[in-house]
């Protein structure tokens, strides 16, 4: 309903904007919906995107389409022209009106939604359960950002931006029926069990010793007082425990997981696992999603997934090169969900002339190295990343790395925050709990951006940082095409 509301929102620009950018607002929010749970972060969703809106879309209006004739016919990395349609379009009296009634519509299903709030707990059975790379929520133990080593205690598990949800599970209002039908009624003995097992693991494993045990003794004395007596459903008690884990530590990356069907033991690094894996990365092109030739030769990479290097090497290299010759690039991360540190290192081999030490929260290891890439013109070049609200694991690892290094200008939205590495635990055959396990030395100083996100050099709303970054790579492009800093550069 809400993606539905939004979509109709978008109306409310001009046409051309519609073409060039409806498709990645649509999808940013999209992301945003699916993490932003409760009605306090619902509410500031929604703030964020009608702010946005009334700043934004007189904005539009008020930009002449003629401005975009300096991209007319500019050549794509594949030799193949594309051209833009140019059109005048002011703004039509009917659209104040159409506003106008939208805005009502808008905040009317938000008050029914809010007061329906205790009755539906919106997106709890959402089902878009796997990420870019299709994995799933929490991994096993990994061997720094890769691949999972050795054996799972789950079936089909991963590192990705979705939550967990059981293999084969349907999605919407087939899913509901099935819950209803299959989730058996929680006693005091089982919901006693599944808090001392997720305490335990709590105190054996969390990143941080003194919060688990305030974690532990939070849910604890819950279960002493009586508190969960009236909770009957085993996805409701999941819910429930994940809230107050995280209202605690301020730790998003925590998660009590119920399925309904049974989890089985199996090992995740299977013959089958890294086949289902590959064929993904054939399907999607290793998420290398668009690699274009912006004008002035800037070079334009969206990558929605940092892929294993095992896998998508070869694929990352291509891409590299068809960027090669450019005099700017920007990396597109806005819908980018993380993935694995070696393909982060790879990227970055191209940006830098000498080996350099980057920073993983998930562990340090010889992967988390760059390797300079003999053939690169790219370690002079001005590097841009877009960022939003759902860039996040290593995604952020990129942008923050990047950007601590002075090598990269961030541009968009402060990232996810999310850090810290985890590891699934299997409790019984419907319950599991999700524990970040590993946090790693960080040369550029104190903490991460766990919880904080990484910050953008230059704010813009995520919709339209692309735009932005590519004025600021026009006008760095210009200034280092003048013969006064070609002759600074010379000395």
């Known amino acids: 309903?809400?993606?539905?509301?939004?979509?109709?929102?978008?109306?409310?620009?001009?046409?051309?904007?519609?073409?060039?950018?409806?498709?990645?607002?649509?999808?940013?929010?999209?992301?945003?919906?699916?993490?932003?749970?409760?009605?306090?972060?619902?509410?500031?969703?929604?703030?964020?995107?009608?702010?946005?809106?009334?700043?934004?879309?007189?904005?539009?209006y008020g930009r002449r389409p003629a401005e975009l004739a300096g991209a007319v016919s500019p050549q794509r990395a594949g030799g193949v022209p594309s051209f833009w349609i140019l059109e005048e379009e002011p703004m039509r009296a009917g659209t104040w009106l159409w506003a106008g009634v939208l805005s009502f519509a808008l905040v009317g299903t938000w008050a029914v939604l809010l007061s329906h709030g205790g009755k539906h707990r919106l997106g709890s059975l959402a089902s878009s359960g796997r990420d870019a790379a299709g994995r799933l929520r929490w991994a096993p133990k990994q061997s720094g950002a890769g691949m999972p080593q050795g054996d799972s205690d789950v079936e089909l598990v991963g590192s990705g931006a979705q939550r967990m949800h059981a293999p084969g599970q349907r999605s919407g209002g087939e899913i509901t029926k099935q819950v209803m039908l299959l989730e058996a009624e929680l006693d005091d003995a089982e919901r006693q069990r599944i808090v001392d097992a997720v305490s335990a693991s709590l105190k054996q494993d969390y990143v941080d010793a003194n919060a688990a045990q305030k974690m532990a003794d939070v849910i604890e004395a819950h279960e002493r007082h009586g508190d969960y007596k009236a909770v009957m459903r085993g996805r409701e008690f999941a819910d429930l425990l994940t809230r107050q884990l995280r209202e605690q530590s301020h730790d998003t990356d925590l998660d009590v997981v119920y399925s309904a069907e049974r989890l089985h033991p199996?090992?995740?690094?299977?013959?089958?696992?890294?086949?289902?894996?590959?064929?993904?990365?054939?399907?999607?092109?290793?998420?290398?999603?668009?690699?274009?030739?912006?004008?002035?030769?800037?070079?334009?990479?969206?990558?929605n997934a940092f892929p294993d290097p095992a896998v998508c090497k070869a694929t990352a290299e291509a891409v590299m090169a068809r960027l090669n010759g450019t005099q700017a690039v920007i990396f597109d991360l806005r819908e980018n969900s993380g993935g694995y540190g070696g393909?982060?290192?790879?990227?970055?081999?191209?940006?830098?002339?000498?080996?350099?030490?980057?920073?993983?929260?998930?562990?340090?290891g010889p992967e988390n190295w760059t390797r300079p890439e003999p053939t690169s013109k790219l370690e002079n070049k001005p590097v841009y990343i877009l960022t939003s609200r759902a860039t996040q694991s290593a995604a952020e690892m990129f942008s923050y790395d990047l950007k601590r290094m002075k090598r990269a200008t961030l541009v968009g939205e402060t990232t996810r925050g999310a850090a810290h590495a985890g590891v699934f635990h299997r409790i019984d055959d419907h319950f599991g709990v999700g524990i970040p396990e590993v946090k790693a030395k960080n040369p550029y100083g104190a903490g991460n951006w766990e919880g904080m996100g990484v910050a953008p050099d230059v704010k813009a709303p995520a919709w339209d940082a692309l735009s932005v970054a590519q004025r600021l790579a026009e006008k760095k492009v210009g200034e280092g095409s003048k013969p006064g800093v070609a002759r600074q550069e010379a000395r």
């Open 1 to 60: 309903m809400s993606e539905t509301i939004y979509a109709l929102l978008l109306h409310l620009f001009p046409a051309h904007f519609r073409r060039m950018y409806g498709d990645d607002a649509l999808q940013l929010v999209r992301d945003r919906m699916h993490d932003e749970r409760g009605a306090r972060a619902k509410a500031r969703l929604w703030w964020d995107l009608l702010s946005d809106l009334a700043r934004s879309a007189p904005r539009q």
């Open 266 to 303: 199996l090992s995740a690094f299977s013959a089958d696992a890294q086949a289902q894996y590959r064929k993904a990365m054939q399907e999607t092109n290793c998420t290398f999603a668009r690699v274009e030739m912006l004008p002035h030769n800037i070079g334009y990479l969206k990558l």
């Open 343 to 364: 393909m982060v290192s790879l990227l970055a081999g191209y940006l830098f002339a000498q080996p350099i030490h980057l920073y993983n929260p998930r562990g340090d």
